[in-house]
């Protein structure tokens, strides 16, 4: 098992940037594919961003490709998202996820779930 912790979440206006992290504890963090997920208000959760157990692959929904940028720090246990220029369908609360790495990729199922943070961007 894998304990995910969030932060980073704020009110900011359009065209602002957030960086959301993630502090993972437990089990060896590289045993684990990591992904961002948003759930917009009377919305369904979605994947944003996702990075393979090793770094190697990365995959973004195409709403945020060019602005989002996830990356990964093994030796840290941490998983961070860059948002850049965010826009007010940005707005949304963001989950850190891990999935087991002998799942599918970026597909999971996913396994383990941190608390969210909620992120606010005004026009």
């Known amino acids: 098992q894998v304990q995910l912790v969030e932060s980073g979440g704020g009110l900011v206006q359009a065209g602002d940037s957030l960086r959301l992290s993630c502090a993972a504890s437990?089990?060896?963090?590289?045993?684990?594919?990591m992904g961002w997920f948003r759930q917009a208000p009377g919305k369904g959760r979605e994947l944003v961003a996702a990075?393979?157990?090793?770094?190697?692959?990365?995959y973004y929904t195409d709403p945020v490709k060019g602005r989002f940028t996830i990356s990964r720090d093994n030796a840290k246990m941490t998983v961070s998202l860059q948002m850049n220029s965010l826009k007010p369908e940005d707005t949304a609360v963001y989950y850190c996820?891990?999935?087991?790495?002998?799942?599918?990729?970026?597909?999971?199922?996913?396994?383990?779930w941190g608390q969210g943070t909620q992120v606010t961007v005004s026009s």
């Open positions: 996820a891990a999935s087991n790495r002998d799942r599918r990729w970026p597909i999971g199922p996913y396994d383990y």
């Open positions: 990075i393979s157990w090793s770094g190697g692959r990365t």
């Open positions: 437990g089990r060896t963090f590289s045993n684990y594919h």
